[in-house]
T-cell receptor, first 115, second 114 residues
Framework: AQKITQTQPGMFVQEKEAVTLDCTYD???????LFWYKQPSSGEMIFLIY??????QNATEGRYSLNFQKARKSANLVISASQLGDSAMYFC????????????FGTGTRLQVFP | EPEVTQTPSHQVTQMGQEVILRCVPI?????FYWYRQILGQKVEFLVS????????KSEIFDDQFSVERPDGSNFTLKIRSTKLEDSAMYFC????????????FGPGTRLTVT
């Protein structure tokens, strides 16, 4: 089974609108961390936001927020007020357990913001 | 703002040659990683490094691969005898310490094996 599932290969959103990128995860370990990274066409991986499994509140970083639903094992990224510069690939990733700190990535969602 | 740097940005090599990919992690970070991303695919973990030794490695990280922290700032990935399937983007990442989970990635080195 996939540890991280991103079911949306591509998403479109109009500038200034909000968009939600889906991510579900699979783990039986109670301690884990969830990450979102942005990869523009230039190729670098930009850290956006992090949510720990024990965090009581949803993480927020500027226009990015993480809609963490533990029972559903989902960690959706919400981008508010989309900008043209948000067009990129977005990857969800998980660190599973405390013994390991490797990140397991999903297949990504390509977001395109149009004017 | 401090960032992870990687050199070169693009490396072209012939099959069978050795390559060394270089990274300078964020200073005062303690944990270091290499990941790779084959074109169009997801990012895959290769190896993690802490306290001058490998703490974890994936199945991809076979005897052809090695890592080293030769001094206080550089972190290198060596591929001894490159294969065509080693062509990928290689990312270095670093993490501050035990109280922080965030891994910060460098811009990547695109390795092309011909």
């Amino acid at each position: 089974a996939q540890k991280i599932t991103q079911t949306q290969p591509g998403m479109f959103v109009q500038e200034k609108e909000a968009v939600t990128l889906d991510c579900t995860y699979d783990t039986s370990d109670p301690s884990y961390g969830l990450f979102w990274y942005k990869q523009p066409s230039s190729g670098e991986m930009i850290f956006l936001i992090y949510q720990g499994s024990y965090d009581q509140q949803n993480a927020t970083e500027g226009r990015y927020s993480l809609n963490f639903q533990k029972a559903r094992k989902s960690a959706n990224l919400v981008i508010s007020a989309s900008q043209l510069g948000d067009s990129a690939m977005y990857f969800c990733a998980m660190r599973e357990g405390r013994v390991t700190d490797k990140l397991i990535f999903g297949t990504g969602t390509r977001l395109q913001v149009f004017p | 703002e401090p960032e992870v740097t990687q050199t070169p940005s693009h490396q072209v090599t012939q099959m069978g040659q050795e390559v060394i990919l270089r990274c300078v992690p964020i200073s005062n970070h303690l944990y270091f990683y290499w990941y790779r991303q084959i074109l169009g695919q997801k990012v895959e973990f290769l190896v993690s490094f802490y306290n001058n030794e490998i703490s974890e490695k994936s199945e991809i990280f076979d005897d052809q691969f090695s890592v080293e922290r030769p001094d206080g700032s550089n972190f290198t990935l060596k591929i001894r005898s490159t294969k065509l399937e080693d062509s990928a983007m290689y990312f270095c990442a670093s993490r501050p310490g035990d109280r922080s989970d965030e891994q910060y990635f460098g811009p990547g080195t695109r390795l092309t094996v011909t």
